[in-house]
C-alpha cells in the first residue's frame, strides 16, 4: 500500500498531532509492507524536512511555492490535488487540526473523494483498511471502510496515537522538491490572525500540561488555585462545559465533544465527574491524575492516577509544594 501522509507546520513550527499521526502512519506502513511518504507544504521548509526525513520513512516530499505561505485553504487543495494526481497514493492521511478542518473536504471533493474524518483507530483485515470513528459523543464506535477506489483520504483525531512510539530511521529518507503551479486569482481569500495568537483565544492542543476544572471549583473565584496550578506546572487552565456554560471561562478552554480535543502529557482533572461529553475531548492524554471527592466519579475509571479528597485542601498543598521545589 502507497501511503502519503501530509504533515503539518505552522511558522516553522510543527503541529504534535502530525508527529502523532506520523507515527500511525508507520505502524499501518509494518502491517501492509507499504511503502510511506510524507508531504510538507508551504515555503523555506528544507529544515523541517530534513529534520522529518530522519524519522524511518521512505522520502519526504517538499512542496514550496510562495503562495502555500501563508495557508489558505484554496492554496493548499491546489497543490495537494496536484502532488495526489502526481503520487498516486492509496491512503492520504492527515492530522485532524484545525487547518485540516478548513482544507481537506474541500479537497475530497476536488478529487471526487470520499473522507473520513477524526478517526481514533485502525484494523487492517484481509487486504482492507478499516477505520474506527467515535459516534454519539463517544458512546459508540463505528468501523468504516472505503467503497470507491483510491486515493482514500482518513484525518486521525488528536492523541489517538502517541507521538513517542515513532520510529528513526536507520539513515535519513531522500528529500525530493516537487513543484506545483499556483496562480494569484486561486487565491481567493486573505489569510486572518492565527486561531492561538487571537487576544481571547488559546489552542490547548498544543499544551503539554492541562488543568481543568469542573462544577466541583464550586464558585468562579476559587480557579485561582487551579489556574496557579496550572503555571506552576507550565500547563494552560481548562474546563469542562457547565464552568464555560456560566462564563467563569471563556468557551476557548471547554474541554469535550463541544469543545477543543486534547491529549497533553499531563491531564489534571479538578472537580470533574467524568461525562462522556467532557471524557470524550481528552482520554487520549497520555497521563491522567484525577481529584474527586467522590470515590465513584466515572473520571476515575479511566484515570491512571486518582484521589479521592477535597481540591481545596490537595491543590494548595500542590500548589506549596511546587512553589517550594522552584525556589531551591
Same mark, same amino acid.
Request: charged share 20%; hydrophobic share 45%; with cysteine.
Given at each position: 500500500?502507497?501511503?502519503?501522509?501530509?504533515?503539518?507546520?505552522?511558522?516553522?513550527?510543527?503541529? !504534535?498531532?502530525?508527529?502523532?499521526?506520523?507515527?500511525?502512519?508507520?505502524?499501518?506502513?509494518? #502491517?501492509?509492507?507499504?511503502?510511506?511518504?510524507?508531504?510538507?507544504?508551504?515555503?523555506?521548509?528544507?529544515? +523541517?524536512? #530534513?529534520?522529518?526525513?530522519?524519522?524511518?520513512?521512505?522520502?519526504?516530499?517538499?512542496?514550496?511555492? #510562495?503562495?502555500?505561505?501563508?495557508?489558505?485553504?484554496?492554496?493548499?487543495?491546489?497543490? +495537494?490535488?496536484?502532488?495526489?494526481?502526481?503520487?498516486?497514493?492509496?491512503?492520504?492521511?492527515?492530522?485532524?487540526?484545525?487547518?485540516?478542518?478548513?482544507?481537506?473536504? !474541500?479537497?475530497?471533493?476536488?478529487?471526487?473523494?470520499?473522507?473520513?474524518?477524526?478517526?481514533?483507530?485502525?484494523?487492517?483485515?484481509?487486504?482492507?483498511?478499516?477505520?474506527?470513528?467515535?459516534?454519539?459523543?463517544?458512546?459508540?464506535?463505528?468501523?468504516?471502510?472505503?467503497?470507491?477506489?483510491?486515493?482514500?483520504?482518513?484525518?486521525?483525531?488528536?492523541?489517538?496515537?502517541?507521538?513517542?512510539?515513532?520510529?528513526?530511521?536507520?539513515?535519513?529518507?531522500?528529500?525530493?522538491?516537487?513543484?506545483?503551479?499556483?496562480?494569484?486569482?486561486?487565491?481567493?481569500?486573505?489569510?486572518?490572525?492565527?486561531?492561538?495568537?487571537? !487576544?481571547?483565544?488559546?489552542?490547548?492542543?498544543?499544551?503539554?500540561?492541562?488543568?481543568?476544572?469542573?462544577?466541583?471549583?464550586?464558585?468562579?473565584?476559587?480557579?485561582?488555585?487551579?489556574?496557579?496550578?496550572?503555571?506552576?506546572?507550565?500547563?494552560?487552565?481548562?474546563?469542562?462545559?457547565?464552568?464555560?456554560?456560566?462564563?467563569?471561562?471563556?468557551?476557548?478552554?471547554?474541554?469535550?465533544?463541544?469543545?477543543?480535543?486534547?491529549?497533553? !502529557?499531563?491531564?489534571?482533572?479538578?472537580?470533574?465527574?467524568?461525562?462522556?461529553?467532557?471524557?470524550?475531548?481528552?482520554?487520549?492524554?497520555?497521563?491522567?491524575?484525577?481529584?474527586?471527592?467522590?470515590?465513584?466519579?466515572?473520571?476515575? #475509571?479511566?484515570?491512571?492516577?486518582?484521589?479521592?479528597?477535597?481540591?481545596?485542601?490537595?491543590?494548595?498543598?500542590?500548589?506549596?509544594?511546587?512553589?517550594?521545589?522552584?525556589?531551591?
Amino acid at each position: 500500500m502507497r501511503i502519503l501522509l501530509i504533515a503539518e507546520q505552522r511558522q516553522g513550527k510543527w503541529n !504534535k498531532a502530525s508527529l502523532e499521526t506520523l507515527a500511525a502512519a508507520q505502524q499501518l506502513a509494518a #502491517e501492509t509492507g507499504g511503502r510511506l511518504v510524507a508531504a510538507l507544504l508551504g515555503q523555506g521548509l528544507r529544515a +523541517l524536512a #530534513e529534520e522529518l526525513a530522519g524519522y524511518q520513512l521512505d522520502e519526504v516530499l517538499l512542496v514550496e511555492h #510562495e503562495l502555500l505561505e501563508p495557508y489558505t485553504a484554496d492554496g493548499f487543495t491546489a497543490a +495537494l490535488r496536484q502532488l495526489i494526481e502526481q503520487e498516486t497514493p492509496e491512503l492520504v492521511l492527515l492530522p485532524h487540526t484545525y487547518q485540516v478542518r478548513d482544507f481537506a473536504p !474541500k479537497l475530497a471533493a476536488a478529487l471526487g473523494r470520499g473522507l473520513v474524518a477524526d478517526c481514533i483507530g485502525y484494523r487492517y483485515e484481509t487486504g482492507r483498511i478499516v477505520l474506527v470513528r467515535q459516534m454519539f459523543q463517544g458512546r459508540t464506535a463505528a468501523d468504516v471502510t472505503f467503497a470507491g477506489a483510491p486515493p482514500w483520504l482518513a484525518t486521525l483525531q488528536s492523541g489517538a496515537f502517541r507521538s513517542d512510539q515513532l520510529a528513526r530511521g536507520s539513515r535519513p529518507a531522500p528529500v525530493r522538491e516537487v513543484h506545483v503551479k499556483l496562480e494569484l486569482e486561486q487565491i481567493r481569500v486573505r489569510p486572518g490572525e492565527l486561531f492561538r495568537e487571537a !487576544k481571547q483565544a488559546v489552542d490547548l492542543t498544543q499544551a503539554p500540561v492541562i488543568v481543568a476544572v469542573g462544577r466541583g471549583i464550586k464558585e468562579k473565584e476559587n480557579i485561582a488555585l487551579a489556574e496557579k496550578l496550572a503555571r506552576l506546572l507550565g500547563g494552560e487552565l481548562a474546563a469542562s462545559r457547565p464552568i464555560c456554560d456560566e462564563g467563569w471561562l471563556p468557551m476557548e478552554r471547554q474541554i469535550g465533544s463541544s469543545g477543543q480535543t486534547v491529549a497533553p !502529557k499531563l491531564y489534571i482533572a479538578l472537580g470533574i465527574s467524568g461525562a462522556i461529553q467532557h471524557v470524550v475531548g481528552m482520554k487520549g492524554s497520555r497521563t491522567i491524575v484525577a481529584i474527586n471527592k467522590d470515590p465513584n466519579a466515572p473520571i476515575f #475509571e479511566i484515570a491512571d492516577y486518582g484521589i479521592v479528597g477535597d481540591l481545596f485542601e490537595i491543590v494548595p498543598a500542590l500548589n506549596e509544594a511546587l512553589e517550594q521545589s522552584a525556589s531551591s
